[in-house]
């Protein structure tokens, strides 16, 4: 159908693959257990967005021209690395927050606050050399070589990887936002669950780093 074979153990690796943890799974973990399930659904979009533009890419051949340039895969590699440090330094040196009055439930800075979650969702999985691989990789193996609508099978496998993806996503985000809750009126265990989402987030930008091609 449009180039597309084999389209029922697509949908059944896409599954497998998104219920085996992986960075994406640790990302939104981390930030829905440091900031709540907001936070999470809004990484989780954030992530699957950059989902999107890998699909677009890999639909025009963006993605195979990158995973043959060693020097951009490194590029991108180190950068992406970078980041994901940088995001974790600042969950681990970050200044507890004073606590606010019991009725006070006003939240000027939410939207601001959703927006830098979603972008940095968004930028953590444009930026993983990983991913870029795993399109180039994973999709072709299901459009037909001879198929004259490439570019529609490509789009339309990416579609479903990402709604399949956010699915599970925000499940996982909904889920790990509930220890947020146990723990929202102690700001010490907060305070230790950040620094240990901060490491976390530093470990992935390391193993990111020393990942080979």
Same mark, same amino acid.
């Given at each position: 159908?449009? #180039?597309?074979?084999?389209?029922?153990?697509?949908?059944?690796?896409?599954?497998?693959?998104?219920?085996?943890? @992986?960075?994406?799974?640790?990302?939104?973990?981390?930030?829905?257990?440091?900031?709540?399930?907001?936070?999470?659904?809004? $990484?989780?979009?954030?992530?699957?967005? =950059?989902?999107?533009?890998? &699909?677009?890419?890999?639909?025009?051949?963006?993605?195979?021209?990158?995973?043959? $340039?060693?020097?951009?895969?490194?590029?991108?590699?180190?950068?992406?690395?970078?980041?994901?440090?940088?995001? @974790?330094?600042?969950?681990?040196?970050?200044?507890?927050?004073?606590?606010?009055?019991?009725?006070?439930?006003?939240?000027?800075?939410?939207?601001?606050?959703?927006?830098?979650?979603? !972008?940095?969702?968004?930028?953590?999985?444009?930026?993983?050399?990983?991913?870029?691989?795993?399109?180039? &990789?994973?999709?072709?193996?299901?459009?037909?070589?001879?198929?004259?609508?490439?570019?529609?099978?490509?789009?339309? !496998? #990416?579609?479903?990887?990402?709604?399949?993806?956010?699915?599970?996503? $925000?499940?996982?985000?909904?889920?790990? #936002? &509930?220890?947020?809750?146990?723990?929202?009126?102690?700001?010490?265990?907060?305070?230790?669950?950040?620094?240990?989402? @901060? $490491?976390?987030?530093? @470990?992935? =930008?390391?193993?990111?780093?020393?990942?080979?091609?």
């Amino acid at each position: 159908m449009f #180039g597309i074979v084999h389209f029922e153990f697509f949908v059944v690796a896409v599954f497998l693959l998104n219920v085996t943890p @992986g960075p994406d799974t640790a990302y939104i973990v981390g930030r829905s257990v440091a900031q709540g399930r907001g936070a999470g659904l809004m $990484s989780a979009l954030g992530i699957s967005a =950059g989902c999107c533009i890998h &699909s677009l890419a890999c639909a025009f051949g963006l993605t195979a021209l990158l995973a043959a $340039s060693a020097t951009a895969f490194t590029v991108v590699k180190f950068i992406g690395a970078i980041y994901l440090i940088y995001l @974790g330094a600042r969950l681990i040196f970050a200044k507890p927050a004073p606590d606010a009055p019991a009725n006070d439930t006003r939240s000027p800075s939410a939207p601001k606050s959703l927006r830098q979650l979603f !972008l940095q969702g968004f930028w953590t999985n444009v930026l993983n050399p990983k991913v870029v691989l795993f399109f180039v &990789s994973f999709f072709p193996q299901f459009v037909a070589t001879g198929s004259e609508h490439k570019t529609f099978a490509f789009l339309a !496998l #990416g579609a479903v990887f990402v709604v399949m993806s956010m699915i599970w996503n $925000s499940f996982v985000a909904w889920i790990a #936002g &509930s220890v947020t809750q146990r723990f929202s009126g102690k700001p010490a265990v907060k305070r230790w669950l950040d620094r240990g989402v @901060g $490491s976390a987030f530093v @470990g992935l =930008g390391i193993k990111l780093a020393t990942t080979s091609r």
